[in-house]
């Protein structure tokens, strides 16, 4: 983590503040936050218990060619969880927004720009690609896999996380599934706006008690963290109290300002990332 990073506290963003909206290349818009200090809320250290990565889409990229002319696309960024440092979502924002009225020669040179400065910003090499309007079509809209949780007629009367809920029958077989849920909803931890997602749970070993689980994921609809944040909670939580052999947990979020976030986190390897397909809430 370089110095000028090491001290960057959410409450020192842009978030939730009258932003001015730079039209021409400004890299220095992009606002790193550490990932250290909500890891150690968590108990992770410097040996991290998961990988996986952190998925964006951006839907509202803008340049204009060497003639003046308005090119559009979607860009899908994929930041490394071990990187040092998060992004700032409005940044990112303001960030992509200073390319509208800069003159490049080809979508490759923007490939190129946001991939030196995001991976400054984050610390760790980031990969950009770019979907270019011509190819729109081939993008794809699924939902996530599993068995749904929703389904379950149970009372909640908890609306912050409670990991103590979550148990697993560790006096019988050990299995694999993977459960989803829509009804993930955790606040922006600066200004307080919804996160809306759904979350995918993979893993092997002892069976988790769905009802617990689905009572756990819904405390956090008045937690204020961040998407990745929030993610890496329930990773830890689950790990720490089903004690499973194998675990994942993917989490995809509607968009807010033109860009998406979609983190994953895995204690084992499947070859692949999750498919980075857009739901249809997305």
């Known amino acids: 983590m370089t110095e000028s990073t090491s001290g960057n506290l959410p409450e020192q963003s842009l978030l939730g503040k009258v932003a001015t909206y730079k039209a021409e290349y400004d890299p220095s818009l992009l606002f790193p936050i550490p990932r250290s200090g ?35 696309a979607i860009a899908t960024v994929t ?51 770019l979907t270019l309007s011509d190819n729109f079509g081939s993008l794809t809209m699924t939902e996530l896999d599993g068995t749904l949780l929703d389904r379950l007629d149970i009372e909640v009367d908890s609306y912050t996380p409670a990991p103590e809920l979550l148990r697993a029958n560790h006096a019988e077989a050990i299995v694999e599934e993977t459960l989803i849920s829509h009804l993930l909803k955790s606040n922006c931890l600066v200004t307080g706006q919804p996160d809306w997602g759904s979350v ?60 998406d976030i979609n983190p994953w986190r895995s204690n084992f390897s499947t070859g692949k990332k999750p498919a980075n397909n857009r739901n249809a809430r997305q």
């Open 79 to 129: 930041v490394p969880a071990d990187s040092p440092n998060i992004i700032e979502s409005k940044s990112f924002k303001l960030y992509l927004n200073s390319f509208n009225q800069t003159k490049l020669a080809g979508s490759d040179g923007l490939i190129s720009l946001l991939q030196a400065d995001l991976s400054a910003a984050a610390g760790a090499p980031v990969h950009v690609q």
């Open 200 to 259: 995918q749970i993979h893993y092997v070993g002892a069976q988790i008690d769905q009802e617990s689980l689905l009572r756990y994921l819904i405390g956090f609809r008045n937690h204020n963290e961040f998407h990745e944040q929030c993610v890496e909670r329930i990773f830890v939580d689950i790990m720490r109290h089903c004690k499973p052999q194998k675990l994942s947990v993917y989490a995809r979020y509607t968009r807010r300002g033109g860009l």
């Open 38 to 72: 909500k890891r150690e809320e968590i108990g992770v250290g410097n040996t991290l218990p998961f990988f996986g990565v952190d998925i964006w889409n951006a839907y509202e990229v803008s340049w204009l060619n060497l003639r003046g002319k308005p090119q559009v």
